[in-house]
């Protein structure tokens, strides 16, 4: 590995760089996304029995023992139920406004890193052949043993690219799929609980 690295050139540390750090944040992202996760509809369940039988109480402690994004908005809801419909939405609003970004944290960064590798891994190809062009340049004769350094620096480089560019994209979309399931729920679980809060009122 140490032999193919040295044989890559110089975009060999950017591309070292970028799978460093996309390592560290799909890491991150599976360790939050994990403690976040929620049975939304088994926890929904036993809300609205809480909220039909009046338990607020019962009802917003559930929401704070409750791990993930969707508990805690609903949570900050339930708190200004006292102060109408208006109130609770406001509050729902807030949170998300909160809980949302972080859902969405390092995506971007994710996503660039993504492209940059691949680019850097087209950078080293480029380079790499540049290399080839000025040994046979220099050497006034073209045989394998002449372009070998610079072919093997364009392939090597273009390799690497790839090979963190490939599972960088994968576990972005997984992401992103998993913050929007987590959005989805948020959305549909904010608008029943307003809509338990409005039945009740009439």
Known sequence: ??????????????????????????????????????????????????????????????????????????????????????????SMEEAGLYAIPKLEKYLPTLSTLASISTLLGFTGTVTGMISAFNAIAAANVTTPQVVASGVSEALITTAYGLFIAIPTVVAYNYFVSRMDNFVLGLEKGSAELIGIITRKIK
């Open 1 to 90: 590995m140490l032999e193919y690295f040295s044989k890559g050139g110089i975009m060999m540390w950017p591309l070292l760089l970028c799978s460093i750090l996309s390592a560290a944040i799909i890491i991150e992202r599976l360790f939050y996304y994990h403690r976040a996760k929620t049975d939304i509809a088994g926890f929904m369940t036993k809300l609205k029995k809480l909220m039909y039988a009046d338990k607020i109480a019962e009802a917003v402690s559930l929401c704070e023992q409750t791990p993930g994004p969707v508990a805690f908005v609903l949570a900050a809801g339930l708190k200004d139920k006292e102060h109408g419909r208006i109130a609770m939405e406001e």
